[in-house]
DNA sequence: AGCACGCCGACT
DNA sequence: GTCGGCGTGCTC
């Protein structure tokens, strides 16, 4: 029969359509699966999608592409279900997924996986329940002790899933017994959706609507409550605070419960008025941030910032990126504000990047100050509730204005007008593990791009790559060296420490110099940072008669002593065990502690200045989620006098009291085994010196070092960056260093010495035959030869930079590391490629 | 990556 | 015999 309403269906009902989907999976593949008729008129680019991945697995994917071509080879799986009413992800930030997976050598579904806050990404967990025909006294087969554990615990719990059956039994074996078990009818197993992000509530009430209306009826109501006075109180706290009858918006909106409470009313009695219908209880939607006011409208640029600005503008008429290189406390805050304002104005949205550590200080706080609740903060030691938070609030326009760490580039911006980078030189925004092992700033730089808006990169010390394409003319270049206010550099002082060993003057790691220097510092009643880049008490222990040095079981290393804890630690798998009461090859109990760490330079201090309040800022004492709060604010209120720590303390601290800077061991900078060493410890002793004097107050720098002869100190004393990167680039090129090639780094790893040196070498050979400008190295051992008992070798890539080039080589070594894995011998080979590697 | 299937050793 | 090890193949 023909059929009547045909033109009245949707055009596209009667359509095939597909969608390729990203899935958070390594697989270097979308997936096609079909769309129903229900969803065809909503999905699109960006939305999410439940589908079933494999036999059972249910996954939260992002379409990537709606199309009409049937996949060949395969029958789709329907799309299950559509999660949004409206793309989480939008078109352009898909076009800087497939970027950036095909810059850094890695899946789409990685890039996804780090993209997405897990709130985001739904999937199922199976779930197990008693079988609703199975009888206890009837089983109707044979039960061992174990099936019967598992039922009973079962019969006690509505549901549980696997991993509780997994801590209820010993070893793998749940997994047995949960098949069997269904296969004997006794139990149920379904999957189901772990919702992740819940949002926060508030408890309010408001005045029943029935009482709204006239004074008369409010009246009467006071006159029931005669005698009852907690209620009558309650009732009185309300009207106060709202206005029924002015406006009755305001009792729309209602009061915090807490609110009246906080004012000394019972909990109880206001429930009584809920029950007898005097008030209403409602709950509504709020934002675990706290609103914070604009308390700074105005702030003026001195005359250098201001011409900052003006030369910024000027090279944003040409030029998509510029370099600021600013000294410490010149004052790039007020340039970065003044634009971010300009930009705001203009509608678009703005992205600052900060190294985590100088996200918890005052330059947050200031901004916070200034834009208010426009201004997003999004931290990586935020809760998954809090990320997806940040995450709705730039897709639906609370925030046009983020501030955060390198994961913030992922964020759903549409229309980026201006990305700043602070610290650009810093090499925490490179990620190392897992993938994608992207750099926050070259990504920045590509979003930016993308989204046609500026990037403008702050630092004292710039990164060689960022300096090299200020010098060609790629970047716009401004430079600010005054300080804020004509504050003076601090002075610098080089102290010997072979020298003073010779004198015997050197105390417990501490030179004359250094010591004097502190003394002084505390009988000033100011504060002294030391910088020591090492954690834990020392390097290692050793055995004083045999020269045995505890190692790792699983690594390739020796343990790390720390005192504290009593115990030996891995810095590279987590291992962990107690400090050995006698040495385990020659049993005897002379062991020793060799080198030097935080703690240890801690304790030395205790002993040298026992009268100073010392306190300790490393990985480990900052481990939780205010862990550096607590220890900055604990030092700005003064209640410390010496601060000791690694790099954290090198950015992001701004006290005034701080007078005296001293660095430990400079050698340990400067003599890693490195391209990059020269560059990280100029970066990274100016860094930790800057935080010496503020203001009015010149500050002291004091730099232990073995080789006081080193050209380096010179130039950074005199803070003559220029010349030191002349002279460190003329050796880069010699030796074919970024920034003259584009380097690449593949770990090979496998639990075999030998599998995981034969797969390296095998790669190593298909490399070169790559028709392409480069240089193949190694494969070597890699420094640690042994991780979490994987056998790591390193090639190492040294490859044009022209972008065809890259483009060419990084597909033809993605497609030889396939061919590579194909070979059933490498099947559990590793491969890592790391591309810019630091 | 996970997960299922299948083929082999060491215990009742 | 069977329980449980992990090598191998696959995921739209």
């Known amino acids: 029969m023909e059929d009547l309403f045909a033109d009245q269906y949707p055009a596209t009902a009667s359509k095939n359509l597909f969608a390729d989907i990203i899935l958070p999976v390594p697989i270097p593949r979308w997936f096609t699966y079909s769309v129903g008729p229900d969803i065809q008129d909503h999905i699109g680019i960006g939305y999410r999608v439940m589908v079933q991945f494999g036999k059972k697995k249910i996954l939260t994917g992002i379409v990537a592409k709606v199309h009409q071509k049937a996949p060949e080879v395969y029958q789709a799986k329907p799309i299950l279900d559509l999660l949004d009413d409206f793309p989480v992800v939008n078109a352009l930030q898909i076009k800087f997924w497939s970027w950036m997976a095909s810059y850094y050598c890695c899946h789409m579904g990685e890039v996804m996986n780090a993209a997405l806050p897990s709130g985001l990404k739904l999937s199922t967990e199976s779930r197990v329940q008693l079988h609703p025909d199975f009888d206890f006294d009837n089983p109707g087969f044979p039960m061992d002790e174990r099936e019967l554990l598992l039922l009973e615990t079962l019969g006690k719990n509505e549901e549980m899933n696997v991993e509780q059956f997994d801590q209820l039994l010993p070893g793998k074996t749940s997994h047995k017994i949960i098949k069997s078990l269904l296969g004997k009818g006794a139990i149920l197993v379904y999957e189901s959706v772990k919702e992740k992000y819940s949002p926060k509530t508030e408890q309010r009430v408001r005045l029943a609507s029935k009482y709204t209306g006239e004074d008369s009826l409010l009246q009467s109501l006071f006159e029931a409550l005669k005698g009852k006075e907690k209620q009558e109180a309650v009732l009185l706290k309300y009207l106060q605070q709202v206005d029924v009858f002015r406006d009755s918006g305001k009792n729309t909106e209602g009061l915090p419960k807490k609110v009246l409470t906080d004012q000394g009313c019972s909990a109880s009695s206001i429930d009584t008025l809920i029950k007898k219908g005097v008030l209403d209880a409602f709950k509504v939607l709020i934002s675990r941030f706290d609103s914070v006011p604009m308390t700074e409208r105005e702030f003026t640029l001195s005359p250098p910032q201001a011409a900052a600005l003006e030369d910024i503008h000027r090279h944003f008429e040409e030029k998509n990126t510029v370099l600021l290189q600013g000294i410490t406390g010149s004052g790039k805050t007020e340039i970065y504000a003044q634009l971010i304002r300009e930009v705001l104005q203009s509608g678009s949205q703005v992205l600052m990047l900060l190294p985590e550590i100088a996200l918890t200080t005052h330059l947050v706080n200031r901004m916070q100050q200034i834009f208010g609740d426009k201004m997003g ?18 897709l639906k326009g609370r925030y046009n204005f983020i501030i955060g760490v390198r994961s913030s580039v992922f964020l759903p911006f549409d229309s980026l007008g201006l990305v700043i980078v602070d610290e650009e030189h810093e090499s925490s925004y490179k990620q190392y593990d897992p993938a994608p092992r992207f750099h926050a700033r070259d990504a920045a730089i590509m979003l930016s791009w993308m989204h046609q808006a500026k990037t403008l990169l702050g630092t004292a010390t710039p990164a060689f790559e960022s300096y090299f394409n200020a010098q060609n003319g790629k970047y716009g270049f401004v430079k600010l060296d005054q300080r804020y ?50 954690r834990g008490y020392a390097p290692y222990l050793s055995c004083d008669e045999c020269g045995w040095i505890p190692q790792c079981e699983h690594c390739d290393v020796s343990l790390t002593y720390h005192q504290y804890q009593e115990e030996l630690r891995c810095h590279y798998c987590g291992f962990k065990e107690k400090v ?91 003599f890693y085994p490195d391209f990059r060493a020269g560059e990280r410890a100029f970066q990274q002793i100016t860094q930790v010196a800057g935080r010496a004097g503020r203001r009015d107050k010149i500050g002291e720098v004091i730099i232990q070092t073995r080789r006081p002869d080193q050209l380096i100190f010179k130039q950074i004393i005199s803070g003559d960056y220029a010349d030191f990167y002349r002279l460190e680039m003329a050796e ?107």
């Open 580 to 670: 050995p009461v006698s040495c385990q090859a020659c049993g005897s109990q002379k062991i020793t502690t060799i080198g030097t760490g935080t703690e240890r330079i801690e304790e030395s201090l205790s002993l040298l200045f026992p009268e100073a309040r010392i306190a300790r800022m490393d990985l480990d004492t900052t481990r939780s989620k205010y862990g550096y709060q607590r220890i900055l604010d604990n030092f700005g209120a003064g209640n410390v006098d010496i601060l000791v720590g690694t790099q954290m303390i090198t950015k992001g601290l701004d006290f005034d009291k701080v007078s005296l800077v001293g660095i430990v061991d400079a050698d340990r900078i400067l």
């Open 732 to 838: 880069r090129k010699q030796f074919f260093y970024p920034p003259f090639v584009k380097n690449i780094k593949i770990v090979v790893k496998h639990k075999d010495f030998k599998t995981s040196e034969i797969a390296a070498k095998k790669l190593k050979n298909l490399l070169t035959d790559i028709p392409a400008k480069k240089i193949v190295l190694g494969p070597e051992k890699s420094i640690i030869g042994k991780i979490k008992n994987l056998y790591l070798f390193e090639i190492w890539i040294k490859l044009d930079r022209s972008g065809n080039v890259q483009q060419f080589f990084k597909q033809q070594l993605m497609g030889r590391i396939a061919e590579l894995q194909a070979d059933k011998r490498f099947r559990a080979v590793r491969f890592l490629v790391d591309v810019d590697p630091y």
């Open 377 to 394: 903060v999004f931290h990586s030691k935020y809760s998954d509730n809090e990320r997806v938070e940040v995450w709705q609030g730039v």
């Open 485 to 534: 206010g004509n504050a003076e550099l601090p002075h610098f002082r080089l102290a010997d420490i072979l020298q003073d060993k010779k004198k015997n003057l050197l105390k417990l790691d501490f030179t004359r110099l250094m010591r004097e220097k502190i003394q002084e510092t505390l009988n000033r009643q100011e504060q002294v940072l030391i910088f020591q880049n090492r």
